[in-house]
Every structure is written in C-alpha cells, then in structure tokens.
C-alpha cells in the first residue's frame, strides 16, 4: 500500500468515482496551483470497492458545480492544523454554466461565442441536462 502524507492544512477532494480524479483535475485547473497536489487513484474503498481521492495543500475556493456535475457523489473535507473542519457533500447542479458546449451545430451558441454555455438540469435520475437555448440534451455518465 502506498502512503499519502497528510494535509496540515487544505482540501481533501474524497469518494470520487475512480478514473475521474484526472478529469477533476483538468476542469479545476489544479496544475495551475503554486501547491503540492497529490492525486490517488483507484484507492481501496469499503463504500465504492474503488474511489479516487485529490489533497490540495491549500485552501482554496472550489467550483462545487463542477464537482457535482463531474461526479455527484464527492465529499469535500476543509483540513485546518491536521484536523477535519468541516466536510460538504457536492450534489448534480440545478444548472451549469460554460462546463459543457453544446453540440447543437444550429444553437445561438455555435454564432454567438461569447454567449455563456448554460444548461439546466432536466432529469436528475439519469443525470440528463438540457441546453438553455437550444434544448439540445447533454448526458454526463
């Protein structure tokens, strides 16, 4: 088993689907962070059998509608002094703005590319969004 150091201080991103931690990753620009970032995948898990798990050793402020909508199921623990401070559950975003395009070749969005990419979410249970102008339909699996 590999050992993680822990966090004195900053945000441990748990209970991510595994695979998706690079996808996190990406959408969040974590590389882009001027702290160390360490990134587990494929960890053990008794809940998932696999999760994946992200430590940012700094606190900073997180795009919860991109978690939610890459992975609905993520849990966000704030560490301070090598304590848990408090832990969020991230949940699928009522609406997402400029996360996903469009595929719609005849939306306003394809012409009007400073318009916002919005979708609203239509169907929670199959986690189903609709595009705000177009009503073209995006599926995150």
Do not use: W
């Not at 996808?23 to 160390?36: K, Q, R, S, T």
């Not at 301070?80 to 832990?87: A, F, I, M, Q």
């Not at 395009?101 to 929670?124: A, G, M, W, Y």
């Amino acid at each position: 088993m590999i050992n993680i150091d822990s966090i004195e201080n900053g945000i441990v991103i748990d209970h991510i689907q595994a695979k998706k931690s690079l996808e996190i990753y990406e959408a969040l620009n974590l590389g882009e962070l001027d702290c160390p970032v360490a990134m587990i995948t494929n960890a053990r898990s008794k809940k998932m059998g696999k999760k994946d798990i992200i430590k940012i050793a700094q606190n900073i402020d997180l795009d919860l509608n991109i978690l939610g909508y890459i992975d609905p199921n993520i849990t966000i623990n704030i560490i301070k002094n090598d304590k848990r401070v408090d832990k969020y559950h991230v949940e699928l975003p009522k609406e997402i703005v400029n996360i996903a395009e469009c595929k719609n070749p005849r939306c306003i969005t394809s012409i009007e590319h400073e318009l916002d990419q919005v979708f609203i979410l239509t169907d929670k249970e199959n986690k189903t969004y609709r595009c705000k102008y177009c009503e073209a339909k995006v599926v995150k699996n």
